[in-house]
């Protein structure tokens, strides 16, 4: 299963030019590894059942019931259940408001005439959400097996953003994946790609020993060659999918909807959403009307400068392993589109009216005051949280300003100061504040990070240096660091620079699920040393640990890790007080009470010793120097 980013981009590469050069012998191979995944499982199955059969049967014949073998065929059931369990893959049911033929006739016209057209199976619900996107979704009613449920996804603001014609180029691109033998076939990759990540998994969150043994070395050697492929065939899909499109409704058209897509997305995230958020500081309560402001703003026409910035910035984006989309260059480039020689954004943002208005007719505004409803009452919540954080810190802030007056702030005041600025005022007024924060402490962490966003946002390369300095001290915030960086230099049209950060994201990416990994489980077979902490931290824990009385002994040690190893992992070991009558989830429940309720300043891992699956580990831990934290007298 272990594979780098390197070795996995390769295979990408290898797989997706044997497609270029057989496109059959591709599949062909593609469906031969599913075949054998197929193969290995049930065989494996059957070789369980029979050697079942083989115990019963020679318990039967020699009529005496051996405590060996009825411990073997308990064994053998419970590597069985555990197979069939993860091959039972259950994928959740989309959400959205159900539509029906009497409410949007047009809209379920056109489905009917695209369907048709495109030869693909017909769908069993439609469902309008309010995201700024459409999708097809294949739920199997039977696992594996198959019996597929169709669901099409449609995004209100997506339909409100585009022309009739250019939302049927994007409904003809979602029900390309769905057409012709290719895609079935794709869909069917897919569920087994899903089954193999699946039984993985649970594999190794059970922790059946057995059951590894029988799956562990297959999927080492299996999983990371049909990962590549089932990868790049998602990829040619996305392909084959424009291409559907652009048969049916146009190569303009359809590379004309990719590009309004891309403008209206930046639009969205870098102007409608931010000044409806900025309005927090203000209002106690969000507005109730956003939706309805935001099919407002929709249909109107994209500043001309602004516009052709965020589709150069799209432009610059390429394709990358962390998404089997391909960017926006290369899917026009596959439709023999030339962006750079024409100007579609003054002829896409003057269409008359946009396809919510001519599909959903008069429903359109139930719907409009719907989503209305739904954003509020989701926002309501932590909108009012951050007003009150927001006037919290403008009171805090307040004080600083006032104590300057009088004396020379500490440290730790000023950067208070020039965060709270941040968070209340223009970045403009923060700036200095900054800077000056980085004049007494140039290795702040946190002042470098909010800097370069400022930095950045100005366009001035100086934002670089400080995020570098920041993410080199922080592994939490080296993958937001990375966007940041990305993003600027894309809009410095800097693509080779930009595409350095994105792979360092994606290998720290590899290397915090290598760590979460690593920091899962504690057993007897891990290597421990003594803790680090400081006496007030240990002061801390045993002044929280004492206060249960089910706590007769704690002890505290740090696994030794390979990955982030300056970040500190403790294990704190207690040894638990049984009672005479005690529920079975007893011990469970002291372990839910003491991780909710422990404040470490570490990330910790809690066990108890003296349960019987703790085995040796206990007698390691108290072999470690120091590690008795607290004893009960």
């Given amino acids: 299963m272990e594979q780098t980013q390197d070795q996995f981009d390769a295979l990408i590469r290898q797989f997706e030019e044997f497609s270029k050069r057989d496109p059959k012998g591709y599949r062909l191979r593609v469906g031969l590894y599913a075949a054998l995944g197929y193969a290995y499982i049930f065989l494996m199955l059957a070789g369980l059942l029979a050697l079942m059969g083989v115990i019963v049967w020679l318990m039967v014949i020699s009529n005496r019931l051996d405590s060996n073998a009825v411990k073997l065929l308990i064994g053998l059931i419970a590597i069985t259940g555990l197979i069939l369990k993860s091959l039972w893959i259950t994928f959740p049911k989309p959400e959205g408001v159900a539509l029906n033929r009497e409410q ?3 809209l379920f016209a056109l489905v009917d005439k695209l369907t048709q057209k495109l030869q693909a199976p017909r769908f069993h619900n439609i469902f309008l959400n309010a995201e700024f996107n459409a999708a097809v979704v294949q739920v199997p009613r039977l696992g594996i097996l ?102 049916l409704i146009g190569a303009q058209s359809m590379a004309e909807a990719l590009i309004h897509v891309e403008v209206k997305a930046k639009y969205l995230d870098e102007s409608f959403w931010p000044e409806i958020y900025d309005q927090v500081g203000q209002q106690p309560d969000p507005p109730t009307n956003v939706y309805s402001s935001l099919l407002r703003c929709l249909p109107q026409p994209v500043e001309k400068t602004q516009g052709k910035k965020w589709l150069q910035e799209g432009l610059q984006v390429r394709t990358h392993n962390e998404d089997t989309h391909p960017c926006l260059a290369d899917r026009l480039e596959s439709l023999e589109y030339q962006a750079s020689n024409a100007n579609p954004l003054s002829r896409l943002d003057h269409h008359q009216t946009s396809a919510a208005q001519m599909l959903l007719g008069n429903t359109l505004q139930q719907f409009v005051q719907r989503f209305d409803r739904d954003w509020y009452d989701a926002a309501a919540t932590p909108w009012r949280q951050r007003f009150a954080y927001l006037s919290d810190i403008q009171d805090k802030l307040n004080c600083l300003e006032q104590a300057i007056k009088t004396r020379r702030l500490t440290d730790q005041e000023a950067w208070e100061r020039a965060y709270y600025t941040l968070e209340m005022r223009d970045e403009n007024e923060a700036l200095p504040l900054l800077q000056a924060v980085l004049e007494r402490q140039p290795d702040h962490a946190a002042a ?25 001290q922080r592994i939490d915030w080296v993958i937001d660091g990375c966007e940041l960086l990305y993003n600027f230099h894309l809009k410095q049209e800097q693509a080779e620079q930009a595409q350095k950060y994105l792979e360092r994201a994606e290998q720290h ?80 429940k002291l372990i ?42």
């Fill in 448 to 472: 470098n990070y909010a800097l370069g966003q400022v930095l950045l946002k100005k366009e001035d390369a100086a934002g670089i240096t400080c995020l570098e300095k920041a993410i080199d």
């Fill in 509 to 588: 990416q590899l290397c915090l699920q290598k760590a979460q990994t690593e920091r899962a489980t504690v057993s007897e077979h891990h290597q421990f040393k003594p803790h680090t902490l400081d006496q007030s931290e240990i002061d801390s824990l045993i002044q929280q640990v004492q206060t249960y009385p089910q706590v007769k002994e704690a002890y505290l040690v740090e696994k030794v890790v390979e990955m982030f190893p300056e970040e500190r992992f403790c294990i704190m070991g207690v040894v638990r007080k049984r009672e005479l009558f005690e529920s079975e989830t007893a011990a469970n």
């Fill in 104 to 106: 949007v006739p047009q």
């Fill in 146 to 247: 198959g019996w597929q449920e169709n669901y099409l996804l449609l995004g209100l603001p997506l339909l409100q953003a585009l022309s009739l014609e250019q939302f049927q180029a994007v409904l003809a691109h979602e029900l390309g994946h769905l057409s012709g033998n290719h895609s079935r076939f794709a869909a069917w990759i897919y569920r087994i790609r899903k089954t193999w990540m699946q039984i993985y998994q649970r594999l190794h969150e059970s922790g059946q020993i057995g059951s590894e043994l029988f799956l562990n070395k297959f999927l080492k050697w299996y999983w990371p060659t049909f990962n590549a492929y089932s990868f790049a065939l998602a990829r040619i899909n996305e392909y084959e999918a424009d291409q559907c499109a652009a048969q």
């Fill in 592 to 633: 839910e009470q003491l991780i909710n309720n422990l404040q470490f300043t570490t990330e910790a891992y809690i066990i108890i010793l003296n349960h019987p699956q703790s085995g040796k580990l206990g007698k390691k831990i108290r072999q470690i120097e120091q590690s008795l934290l607290f004893r009960r007298k």
